[in-house]
């Protein structure tokens, strides 16, 4: 007996979820625009909030968890991976560790875990890694493709173990962005935490990762716009929630109006 019902093409979007992702585009490029401008009145930012709320849901109801972001061939590397932002820290603590190649480098992770870890960069590269080909998508309108090689950032989780309270990974960076008075930070959900995609990089395009490109340690979550990728992670905290971090939302950008939520 035939059944003459379309079967989808493996990874292709049904016209439901197609007319739902455009809804989602739109609501996330109206967050974007609004982003640029952090000096927006509070019924402004209250609407944006909820639009970033709506935006996260739906994409996590049209994509699965395990979804990847595109990989791309050896042949669309670009040449140089394009910096910004902080192209190298000034404090004494940073200066310190680059003058020794980062021998004394340690990665702390601690909060909402069950046993508190440091990680030097030599157990951070013995520990399995992954090397990715993928874009960066910079909210100020450019991309780079880019190889990316470190250690899923699920792996140094499981050694911790977080603990029935931890909602979210915060990342403390050694730079002060445009001097500002406290250091950059990031943060993921549990989810994009564990993606499989989602790396602490100590290498670009087969070397170890550049000063100007957030050496020793940089994050990459391929799901999210750049100004997620956290670089110069200097340790990592588990928590509940933001409130008695920085501005309380979560990131440095985020803080001056950004949206939390950056999926793409």
């Known amino acids: 007996m035939s059944d003459d019902r379309t079967v989808p093409r493996p990874g292709a979007v049904n016209p439901a979820r197609r007319r ?8 996330g490029a109206t967050g974007l625009l609004a ?10 930012q209250d609407a944006l909030s909820r639009t970033q709320d709506l935006t996260q849901a739906a994409m996590r109801l049209v994509s699965s968890r395990e979804a990847l972001a595109r990989e791309y061939p050896a042949r669309d590397i670009a040449p140089e991976f394009r910096a910004n932002g902080s192209i190298q820290p000034q404090s004494d603590v940073y200066r310190s560790l ?42 100020e309108g450019w991309s780079c493709i880019g190889q990316w090689t ?26 002060h962005l445009y001097n500002a008075p406290q250091p950059y930070y990031e943060s993921l959900d549990m989810i994009e935490a564990h993606h499989p995609q989602t790396l602490l990089a100590y290498g670009l395009n087969g070397a170890d990762l550049p000063v100007a490109n957030g050496a020793p340690i940089r994050l990459r979550a391929e799901r999210q716009l750049g100004y997620k990728m956290a670089k110069y992670v200097m340790n990592i905290e588990l928590v509940e929630s933001f409130d008695h971090i920085q501005g309380g939302k979560g990131g440095y950008w985020e803080d001056r109006g950004y949206n939390w939520w950056a999926g793409i």
Request: proline fraction near 6%.
């Open 20 to 27: 739902l992702l455009r809804g989602i585009g739109a609501l």
């Open 150 to 175: 470190g250690v899923p950032l699920a792996h140094v989780l499981e050694r911790v173990g977080p603990t029935d309270r931890a909602r979210f990974v915060v990342f403390h960076c050694a730079d």
């Open 98 to 139: 680059l003058a020794d190649g980062f021998a004394d480098y340690r990665l702390g992770v601690h909060g909402a875990v069950t046993t508190p870890m440091q990680f030097s960069l030599a157990d951070l590269k013995a520990m399995p890694s992954r090397t990715q080909i993928t874009r960066h998508d910079c909210v």
């Open 35 to 44: 982003g640029c401008d952090w000096t927006q009145s509070q019924p402004v």
